[in-house]
Antibody, heavy 118, light 107 residues
């Protein structure tokens, strides 16, 4: 069974950093592209970042480029999102999502809440 | 970026109703569109991909259609478990973008 479990969320002040993790199981992690998608409280879904299976290709949303870094460890079956210079508008539940093929996000984790507030 | 305009934002319906949700893309997206269902406090669940392909395990009352810039999600015979929020998403190009969501409520 495919499982994605996020962790690392919490309450931080504006300007601080946080690192999210997504532990994958039930599939050959290195064979799949992965994404982060976020959802602000009461709002819709916003795609954040993409990373290829080997980690060499990376794409970011304009809203997080130069502040967030996506990475992965294919030995530890883990996906990461390093978030720096956090802003109030980054407050959201962050989901990791598996790309099964050409952008189809077929499995999602349960999400981890990041709150940026002073 | 491709904007996805979804309508309606809220929909009131009864058990057994046929429900249609529409999504319009600001640019050509071929059939690279997916539909998700999300319940409160849960992750989105993939229902449809490539505009009309039903994800494994999704009930046959869900169907998708459309191409280029106009897409629809239809629920034929609304069930109690279907009351949720639905999102369209284009994956024709990055950045992937989602519609604003349609909340299906009990009438």
């Amino acid at each position: 069974e495919v499982q994605l479990v996020e962790s690392g969320g919490g309450l931080v002040q504006p300007g601080e950093s946080l690192r999210l993790s997504c532990m994958a199981s039930g599939f050959i992690f290195k064979s799949y592209e992965m994404n982060w998608v976020r959802q602000a409280p009461g709002k819709g879904l916003e795609w954040v970042a993409y990373i290829s299976g080997g980690g060499s290709n990376i794409i970011y949303a304009d809203s997080v480029r130069d502040r967030f870094t996506i990475s992965r460890d294919n030995v530890k079956n883990s996906l990461f999102l390093q978030m720096n210079s956090l802003r109030a508008e980054d407050t959201a539940v962050y989901f990791c999502a598996r790309d099964v093929s050409l952008g189809v996000l077929d499995h999602w984790g349960q999400g981890t809440l990041v709150t940026v507030s002073s | 970026d491709i904007q996805m305009t979804q309508s309606p934002s809220t929909l009131s319906a009864s058990i057994g109703d046929r429900v249609t949700i529409t999504c319009r893309a600001s640019q050509f997206t071929s059939t690279w569109v997916a539909w998700f269902q999300q319940k409160p406090g849960k992750a989105p669940k993939l229902l449809i991909y490539k505009a009309s392909t039903l994800q494994t395990g999704v009930p046959l009352r869900f169907s998708g259609s459309g191409s280029e810039t106009e897409f629809t999600l239809t629920i034929s015979g609304l069930q109690p478990d279907d009351f949720a929020t639905y999102y369209c998403q284009q994956y024709n190009s990055y950045p992937f973008t989602f519609g604003g969501g349609t909340k299906v409520e009990i009438k």
